[in-house]
Every structure is written in structure tokens, then in C-alpha cells.
């Protein structure tokens, strides 16, 4: 994943969507801040759609807002403890 070209990436992350695997949500927490925005923002998406937890309309925060990440991050570590 770190080496691969953008469409791949992209379209990895999109897959992983369709996994509902909190071990796929915890992967792709660290590229919430990724320094490319298509990739942060579909990453958004993704775990949006995995997790059904929408922290960024929650809080009324930007998607790469470091609370959005931490929310995430908080919300797994519940799930996978439950």
C-alpha cells in the first residue's frame, strides 16, 4: 500500500468499505491525515460506511480535524473491546 500508485490505493481503500472489518477501520485510521486529500477523504468514507460513525458531522469539525481522528480511534477501541 505504501508503494502503490493512487487508483490502486484508492480503490484498496474503497474495498475495504465493504468489509465491515474493524481490523479494516483500524488500517485505515492513520491515513485520516494523509498529506493527499483524495486519499484522507475517501479513507473519511470508508470507515464512515464500516463503522456507521460520523464524528466530523458530530462535532461539526473538518474531516482531517485531529478530534475526528481521535473520535475514531476511541469509537474502535469500544467495539473491539465490546
Known amino acids: 500500500f505504501m508503494t502503490g500508485n493512487l487508483e490502486m490505493k484508492l480503490w484498496i481503500i474503497d474495498t475495504f468499505e465493504y468489509t465491515e472489518s474493524i481490523y479494516a477501520a483500524e488500517f485505515l485510521v492513520p491515513y485520516l491525515t494523509d498529506i493527499n486529500r483524495q486519499i484522507s477523504e475517501r479513507v ?9 460513525f460520523d464524528p466530523s ?3 461539526k469539525k473538518d474531516i482531517y480535524d485531529l478530534e475526528v481522528v481521535a ?8 467495539r473491539k473491546i465490546n
Do not use: P
Open 44 to 52: 473519511y468514507l470508508a470507515l464512515k460506511g464500516i463503522t456507521g
Open 57 to 59: 458531522s458530530d462535532m
Open 71 to 78: 473520535a475514531f480511534r476511541e469509537f474502535l477501541l469500544k
